[in-house]
């Protein structure tokens, strides 16, 4: 367990389980009863259901930070689990949307639990159909990504897809045959099928995956990727943006996706440190978009916002002049 005997302990119990990437857990009723104290006076927070931490590290870390160290938490008190689907994917890398991250989902025996975050599934798994991966048994690379992409939209099932190439797991070629070989008569696979033909492991990011399956769902040509231009003020520095379409008379579209996370990164601890860092980052990012415009280049920039209102992207692109797929008409 994570807990030991007493109280005094607990900050080095605390610093114990954040170093290991867990939460805490109590070791008896007793300790449970002391942790929800310290949960009630705010000192911790809880984010699964008897786990613990500092309400700090908790406010700190990303959704996918905290989904990892939940099913890694959840390893370790059920060792017989195998985690799949969704929660399988985001312990392997992928790119798991957030919005996908609220459920845990495993197979294992026993009843689920009415309005628990806990999803069981019944999988009939092989031996080759379970790896271990960052201390708990998961659900195969093959296994996870037929299994995901065959209940995914086509947006989250193209972000999960673009990882896979994009971090070298596997290859587009690779998916597809997965695909054919284990989706045979499973609800979902036309859809599978139809997302690895748009995979593409250029994409850096979910983010990016899940613009472009916008763009593709609306009709638009479907950008080239991480495109680099020519810069007149640094011939010998091109600039590069996220999406780019070059039109007939040989100028570009290019597409940038804003999230904040560029602007964070600041040079130092302090908040001013940090505001400076994001000022200083603003500029350099509006300086690389004037050269761009200098090359005589469109740029259009869009946030994730703007992406999921569907009505506002669609014209969006459509008055920046981005074409369309061929038979498609706005």
Not at 228 to 251: A, H, Q, T, V, Y
């Amino acid at each position: 367990m994570l807990l030991g005997e007493t109280a005094d302990s607990l900050p080095a119990r605390l610093d114990r389980a954040e170093a290991q990437g867990l939460w805490l857990t109590p070791a008896s009723h007793a300790e449970e009863v002391l942790l929800r104290r310290r949960l009630a006076k705010g000192e911790l927070a809880s984010p699964f259901r008897g786990m613990y931490g500092r309400k700090g590290a908790l406010e700190a870390a990303s959704v996918r930070e905290r989904t990892v160290r939940t099913i890694r938490t959840l390893g370790l008190l059920h060792p017989t689990w195998v985690f799949c689907g969704y929660s399988a994917a985001v312990i392997l890398g992928l790119q798991v949307p957030n919005t996908m991250l609220d459920s845990v989902h495993y197979c294992a025996d026993g009843a689920n639990r009415r309005g628990s975050p806990l999803v069981r599934h019944r999988l009939q798994l092989a031996p080759q159909d379970i790896v271990s991966n960052m201390g708990v048994h998961v659900t195969s690379l093959r296994k996870t990504l037929v299994d995901c992409l065959c209940v995914s939209s086509f947006q989250i099932g193209l972000a999960i897809a673009d990882s896979a190439i994009h971090w070298e797991l596997t290859n587009k070629r690779e998916v597809a045959r997965w695909i054919e070989e284990d989706g045979k008569r499973r609800r979902g696979v036309k859809q599978a099928r139809e997302t690895v033909t748009w995979a593409d492991g250029r994409s850096e990011n979910g983010g990016e995956s899940i613009a472009r399956a916008t763009m593709i769902e609306l009709g638009f040509v479907s950008p080239q990727l991480q495109v680099e231009i020519f810069d007149p003020m640094e011939p010998g520095n091109p600039k590069r943006g996220d999406f780019g379409w070059r039109l007939e008379d040989g100028s570009w579209i290019i597409g940038e996706l804003d999230g904040l996370g560029k602007y964070r990164k600041g040079d130092g601890d302090g908040a001013r440190k940090g505001l400076d860092g994001a000022i200083r980052a603003l500029a350099a990012e509006r300086r690389r978009e004037s050269h761009l415009c200098l090359s005589g280049s469109k740029v259009v920039r869009f946030g994730m916002r703007d992406v999921l209102d569907t009505a506002y992207f669609e014209r969006l692109l459509t008055v920046a002049g981005v074409p369309r797929r061929k038979g498609i008409s706005n």
